[in-house]
């Protein structure tokens, strides 16, 4: 059975950029959950959504939105990317939204 | 404000022998307290959890101790294995998935199982 799925796994963009990443969870999951990696610390809560709307959000600005597709697929949107936008951008699927988390191996993003 | 704490960077322990990790945390709301582990270049592996109705939870080879006057929780790994050798996050929420507040990490522990 395929796990959760990112892509790209690695991406460069320059400063003020957008950017888009990319989640397939688990067949079967119906929830969906993002999460950002600095180098050297641990994940910090971004987002999550269940069926399709968004039922949590972390202290993070307006320039990060996401949205959940019908066949429970997600999307990370990163709007004026900063320098400190670097990091891994890890998302997670589960049954539900208290259900436990499966991670993906993440997205790499580096600003420049 | 960091609400999970892992003090201890990194930990070396010879094979065979007990690793011990702690974790610290300071919201009281918190009731579901979880263990991941993450090799370089991939997600973080959820490993073992624990309920705040218990203050012990065993799987195998690892065990977690939950205190919850003193706020601490650890995870023993008994015996210790090379491939143990990974960063361990610990994490808390307010429910078993994290909900709508999403799952509080540390900042890791490096685990390294020396031969």
């Known amino acids: 059975d395929a796990g959760v799925t990112q892509s790209p796994t690695h991406l460069i963009k320059t400063r003020g950029q957008h950017v888009t990443l990319r989640c397939s969870p688990i067949?079967?999951?119906?929830?969906v959950s993002w999460y950002q990696q600095v180098l050297g610390q641990g994940p910090q809560f971004i987002f999550q959504?269940?069926?399709?709307?968004?039922?949590g959000r972390g202290n993070f600005p307006d320039r990060f939105s996401a949205r959940q597709f019908p066949n429970y697929s997600s999307e990370l949107n990163v709007n004026a990317l900063l320098l400190g936008d670097s990091a891994l951008y890890l998302c997670?699927?589960?049954?539900?939204?208290?259900?436990?988390?499966?991670f993906g191996s993440g997205t790499q993003l580096s600003v420049l | 404000d960091q609400q999970v704490k892992q003090n201890s960077p990194s930990l070396s322990v010879q094979e065979g022998r007990i690793s011990i990790l702690n974790c610290d945390y300071t919201?009281?709301?918190?009731?579901?307290f979880l263990w991941y582990k993450k090799y370089p270049a991939e997600g973080p592996t959820f490993l073992i959890s624990?309920?705040?109705?218990?203050d012990k939870n065993e799987d195998g080879r690892f065990t977690v101790f939950l205190n919850k006057s003193a706020k601490h929780l650890s995870l023993h790994i008994v015996p210790s294995q090379p491939g143990d050798s990974a960063v361990y996050f610990c994490?808390?929420?307010?429910?078993?998935?994290?909900?709508?507040?999403?799952?509080?990490f540390g900042k890791g522990t490096h685990l390294i199982i020396q031969p």
């Open positions: 959504y269940y069926e399709k709307e968004e039922r």
């Open positions: 919201n009281s709301m918190f009731d579901y």
């Open positions: 997670a699927s589960s049954l539900g939204p208290l259900e436990k988390l499966f």
């Open positions: 994490a808390a929420s307010a429910g078993s998935g994290g909900g709508a507040d999403g799952l509080t």
């Open positions: 624990i309920s705040s109705i218990k």
């Open positions: 067949s079967g999951h119906k929830s």
